[in-house]
C-alpha cells in the first residue's frame, strides 16, 4: 500500500519509515507529490492530525497518515503543545531553505521554552505523538493512536542528534537527553514509537495490513 505521510519533516518521514518496517506500506511524503501543507487550526493534536491527513489523502486520492506531536510543559498548562513548531517568533529575515529554516525555529523555540520556565520549579514535560490515518478523505472510521513520553525539561540543550526540543528533553529512565540517543534507542522508547505501534496494531487489524 502507498501511504501518504501528511508531513515534508525529512526527519519525521525517516522515524516513521524505521517504525512501520514491518507493514506493506511504501510511505512518502505529500511534498514529493506537490501537495502543500494543511492549515492546522484546532487546539488539540488529534483534530489537527485528522485535518492533516484528510487534506493530504484528498489531494491525492491515497491513503494518509498524520502525525500531530509536540511538547507539553506543565508548569506552562501544557504549552507549547500543538504550538510547539512554531512556539517563537522568528528572526527576520528568514531564510528561504527549509532545513536552515527548521533549524533557525529550532533555536528559537529552546530558548523561549527555556526562558519561560526560568523561575520554574516543575519542569515536569511530555512529548505527545497522534497518529491518525485515513483510506480516503471521507473515511468514516480514522485510525488514532497515542504515544506519550514523560521527561523533565534541562535547564541548558544537549545533545546533537534528532530536531525539535530533543536537546531540552531529559529522560530520567534513560539518564539522557533525547538528542543524545542513538536513533535506534529513541526508536524504541518514544513517543512516535508508542503511537506508531498502537498504529501498525490497528492497520492489521481494521486494513488488514500484514
Known amino acids: 500500500m502507498r501511504l501518504v505521510l501528511a508531513s515534508n519533516n525529512a526527519k519525521k518521514l525517516a522515524e516513521l519509515q524505521a517504525l512501520f518496517a514491518s507493514l ?15 492549515e492546522e487550526p484546532f487546539h488539540t493534536f488529534v483534530e489537527n492530525g485528522l485535518a492533516k491527513a484528510r487534506h493530504a489523502s484528498a489531494a491525492t486520492g491515497l491513503p494518509a497518515i498524520a502525525d500531530d506531536s509536540g511538547l507539553c510543559v506543565d508548569a506552562l498548562g501544557g504549552a507549547p503543545g500543538v504550538a510547539s513548531a512554531h512556539f517563537a517568533p522568528l528572526p527576520q529575515p528568514a531564510p528561504a531553505d527549509r532545513e536552515a529554516l527548521r533549524q533557525l ?100 487489524d481494521a486494513w488488514r495490513l500484514g
Request: no cysteine; net charge neutral; proline share 6%.
Open 24 to 38: 506493506p506500506i511504501e510511505l512518502v511524503t505529500q511534498g514529493s507529490m506537490g501537495v502543500a501543507e494543511a
Open 105 to 204: 525555529q529550532d533555536a528559537a523555540n529552546n530558548a523561549l521554552l527555556l526562558d519561560r520556565l526560568r523561575s520554574a520549579a516543575d519542569r515536569r514535560a511530555r512529548f505527545v505523538s497522534t497518529l491518525v490515518a485515513v483510506r480516503s478523505a471521507a473515511d468514516p472510521e480514522p485510525l488514532i493512536a497515542f504515544g506519550r513520553w514523560e521527561g523533565e525539561v534541562r535547564e541548558a540543550p544537549v545533545g546533537s542528534g534528532g530536531f525539535g526540543y530533543d536537546p531540552l528533553l531529559q529522560i530520567p529512565a534513560l539518564g539522557l537527553a533525547v538528542a543524545q540517543l542513538p536513533a535506534d534507542v529513541k526508536n524504541q522508547h518514544s513517543h512516535r514509537a508508542l503511537a506508531a505501534r498502537q498504529m501498525a496494531a490497528l492497520m492489521r
